[in-house]
């Protein structure tokens, strides 16, 4: 069956994201074998131009698959192995695609959303990207932050790449090429920064209103939070749990709605323990963003404030205690 639909299934053992050179090797091995089937090393033909051109293409499809064995380059430790290599970021691509008749909608919501805002006076200078994976996550494989460091994190990522004197002037410039006669800038202004903001919990939307409600002065920006409104906040990321209370079409439409509202941030930051995030950092990796960037793993954040382990490391936990110190003398 998989054979004759030109399937390959793999059963990885470990991550489900991982592309080891094991995997890569048995890629390229049943690349070769199609070759094979379909262009024969030593077929003969009556016509020399087809000929030609047939042994032509032999070649070029056989680089082709001689490359997804070094399509694999190691990793310096942030992201999982295989995580660089373009056969898997199309793959993922591949796999995510949405189904014809479900493409409108999901148009219509990502627009839904982000009209939504509900913040019309003045445009935003950046979209920064906030996925928060909680819930199960939290107990079972990974240490979390609390939510006013979440926005501190944000704050510091904002103050790394916008001089608040030229995100003024950007916000100024394209609210008058927007024709906002509503638009005023004065000297003193607080930026405006989208936050698309996101999780499997409702909790953490709880305790977003609860910080603007405490913190309303506390950050370099005016933030603007862009939800998900066909998001179904399952509480956990076990998809057998969520199965039983939702609609399996459902539980899709919500992940892809997700992801494809968090492509439209500048900037992004995410819990690498998280399939789910690893997910969207490779298509951010692969160019699939409304901007080209690569993501921050909380894991390896330069602040060890916001420095997460995952599986609880006690040696990872210890490293970052250490930093820690440093950082705070």
């Not at 998809?239 to 709605?257: C, G, Q, W």
Request: proline share 5%; with cysteine.
């Amino acid at each position: 069956l998989f054979r004759s639909r030109r399937v390959v299934r793999l059963k990885l053992r470990r991550s489900p994201l991982s592309l080891g050179h094991d995997v890569a090797e048995f890629l390229r091995a049943t690349a070769h074998e199609w070759i094979d089937g379909h262009f024969p090393p030593n077929e003969n033909d009556d016509n020399a131009n087809t000929d030609s051109s047939r042994r032509s293409l032999r070649s070029t499809l056989i680089k082709a698959a001689d490359a997804i064995a070094g399509d694999v380059p190691e990793t310096d430790g942030d992201e999982y192995r295989g995580s660089e290599s373009s056969v898997k970021q199309a793959s993922m691509m591949y796999i995510l695609r949405p189904r014809l008749d479900l493409q409108p909608m999901l148009r219509k919501t990502l627009n839904d959303n982000l009209a939504s805002s509900g913040e019309e006076s003045s445009a935003p200078t950046l979209r920064l990207g906030l996925p928060i994976r909680s819930s199960d996550k939290c107990r079972e494989v990974s240490e979390c932050l609390i939510f006013p460091n979440y926005m501190k994190a944000l704050a510091e990522l904002w103050t790394q790449q916008e001089q608040p004197q030229e995100s003024q002037q950007r916000q100024l410039q394209q609210g008058l090429q927007d024709g906002d006669a509503g638009v005023t800038m004065h000297k003193n202004a607080t930026p405006r920064v989208d936050i698309i903001l996101t999780s499997e919990s409702d909790l953490i939307f709880g305790d977003k209103d609860k910080y603007l409600h405490a913190n309303k002065h506390a950050l370099p920006f005016q933030p603007n939070f862009i939800l998900n409104h066909a998001d179904i906040h399952q509480g956990t990321g076990g998809i057998h749990e969520t199965r039983l209370n939702y609609l399996f079409d459902k539980v899709l439409f919500s992940a892809l709605t997700t992801l494809q509202l968090q492509l439209e941030a500048d900037l992004s930051l995410g819990n690498c323990c998280s399939n789910f995030h690893n997910v969207l950092f490779d298509l951010l990796r692969a160019g699939c963003g409304q901007r080209q960037q690569r993501g921050q793993c909380l894991q390896k954040h330069p602040n060890p404030e916001f420095r997460l382990c995952c599986g609880k490391s006690p040696q990872c936990m210890h490293e970052r205690d250490h930093d820690l110190a440093k950082h705070l003398n």
